[in-house]
Nanobody, 123 residues
Framework: QVQLVESGGGLVQAGDSLRLSCAAS????????MGWFRQTPGKEREFVAA????????TYADAVKGRFTMSRDNAKNAVYLQMNSLKPEDTAVYYC????????????????WGQGTQVTVSS
């Protein structure tokens, strides 16, 4: 399994930008599909974006399409989530996740998770 650590969260105002990072340790990082999810209290973990190692396609949730960009650097064993034009409804704990096969939008498909990083967007 791969170990994941997120960073880059914080408190920003609506319209601002943040860049989240997810550092991975362990072997064969390039063999994993990676995903970003977010969660607010009392709600289930919600899909944000995912990059499939098989298709090399990045998929985004409709709520973030056009504002968020996911990228990956296999040389650095890292994935990133560039978040622009942030809205108060983007406030959540953001998690990165990994799985061996193709990327999916379902949190339960992912085997490895980071501890999360808090993003708070004030209006």
């Amino acid at each position: 399994q791969v170990q994941l650590v997120e960073s880059g969260g914080g408190l920003v105002q609506a319209g601002d930008s943040l860049r989240l990072s997810c550092a991975a340790s362990g072997s064969f990082f390039s063999s994993y599909s990676m995903g970003w999810f977010r969660q607010t209290p009392g709600k289930e973990r919600e899909f944000v974006a995912a990059f499939s190692r098989i298709s090399a396609i990045t998929t985004y949730a409709d709520a973030v399409k056009g504002r968020f960009t996911m990228s990956r650097d296999n040389a650095k064993n890292a994935v990133y989530l560039q978040m622009n034009s942030l809205k108060p409804e983007d406030t959540a704990v953001y998690y990165c996740a990994a799985r061996r096969n193709r990327a999916t939008t379902a949190a339960y498909d992912y085997d490895s998770w980071g501890q999360g990083t808090q993003v708070t967007v004030s209006s």
